[in-house]
């Protein structure tokens, strides 16, 4: 285990990363790693993961109990009928270090985790959500963060964005994703592609 005390959520999401390797099930960093890879630093520094489980031949339980092979505390939950989140797995350490991973959200295109980069965390490579993935799946969640957020994001990685792309997936999650990406787009407008 990397952690050595509380503040280390790289660390522990290092951990974890490794176990899903171990298992083969493809993940994407989505929290405010994410945002920070992208945009401007949030002031949380969490591990928020999405992971698909399909086609993997390994179940919610499978990883959870591996995770508490490992020493974590792993808690399944899963999402209400009207919860974007359709179900997640907690994972915490013996420091208080925390890191979601997420088990689907309504309207995210399952091709994502094709379209995920490599990043460097600490001394490791991860893998991180696409831009084009992150910024319709926070317009959705809509907290007055996530929209600050993608701000942050049109500012700093704007012009890198494939805009059709951009537009195809936000479509995905609804008319007030497609508005609300619209509206922040005439904000800050990238010369993309």
């Not at 899903?20 to 401007?40: K, N, R």
């Not at 965390?121 to 959705?140: F, N, Q, R, V």
């Not at 494939?162 to 508005?179: E, F, I, K, P, S």
Request: glycine letters at 10%; one cysteine or more; a negative charge.
């Amino acid at each position: 285990m990397r952690p050595t005390g509380p503040a280390q959520h790289g660390e522990l999401l290092l951990d974890i990363v490794g176990i899903l390797s171990e298992l083969a099930i493809p993940y994407a960093v989505i929290g405010a790693l994410a945002t920070s890879f992208y945009g401007i630093p949030p002031s949380t520094t969490d591990g928020e993961t999405m992971v698909w489980m399909k086609g993997t031949g390994k179940t919610e339980r499978d990883l959870t109990d591996r995770l508490a092979e490992a020493g974590y505390r792993a808690t399944f939950k899963q999402g209400d009928l009207d919860d974007p989140i359709l179900g997640s797995i907690i994972v915490e350490d013996e420091h208080g270090n925390r890191v979601d991973l997420l088990l689907g959200i309504r309207g995210m295109d399952p091709d994502a985790a094709g379209r995920c980069v490599s990043a460097r965390l600490l001394d490791s490579s991860i893998s991180m959500i696409a831009a084009e993935d992150l910024i319709p799946m926070k317009i959705s969640a809509g907290s007055f963060q996530d929209i600050a957020d993608v701000r942050g994001i049109l500012q700093v990685s704007g012009n890198l964005l494939n805009l059709d792309l951009l537009r195809q997936l936000a479509a995905r999650y609804g008319a007030a994703v497609t508005r609300k990406l619209n509206e922040l787009l005439n904000e800050y407008p990238p010369t993309g592609t």
